[in-house]
């Protein structure tokens, strides 16, 4: 381990970083086709304020760094897989992706829905 690496008074108990849920409040997301350059602003904007949220809560901010590649920025929404997502992010494991998207969640920065779709020949269930 690099000395030094650890936070001062970081103590670990085995259990897993969660948050109380907190209301949020859909991003009002311009929908007109030539509005790209307000949509760009409007995602920086939501990137500064959801790096400030998670530098408060003590969170990981490697799913905050994927966003911006799976991001479909006309509809305002992410419908990558976990997979997809995962290699983003440096490659971590797909269960991790799940767990942070469940803590953004809980900390008003993603609405989450879920659906299915037909990849193929089998349905599976999708996140967006």
Same mark, same amino acid.
């Given at each position: 381990m690099i000395e030094g690496a650890r936070r001062k008074n970081q103590?670990?108990?085995? %259990? #897993?970083?969660r948050h109380d849920p907190v209301e949020c409040l859909p991003l009002l997301w311009p929908?007109?086709?030539?509005? %790209? #350059?307000?949509?760009l602003n409007l995602f920086d904007a939501w990137r500064n304020i959801a790096a400030q949220i998670l530098d408060d809560a003590k969170?990981?901010?490697r799913l905050l760094s994927a966003v911006r590649a799976v991001f479909i920025?006309?509809?305002?929404?992410?419908?990558?897989?976990?997979r997809q997502i995962?290699?983003?992010?440096?490659h971590c494991a797909d269960k991790t992706i799940t767990r942070y998207v469940k803590r953004y969640a809980d900390l008003g920065?993603?609405?989450v829905s879920?659906?299915?779709?037909?990849?193929g020949p089998q349905m599976v269930r999708?996140?967006?």
């Open positions: 103590t670990f108990v085995g %259990k #897993r970083k929908r007109d086709p030539k509005a %790209k #350059r307000e949509r969170e990981d901010f920025f006309h509809s305002g929404e992410i419908v990558a897989s976990n995962a290699l983003e992010a440096g920065l993603f609405i879920f659906g299915n779709r037909f990849d999708t996140r967006t």
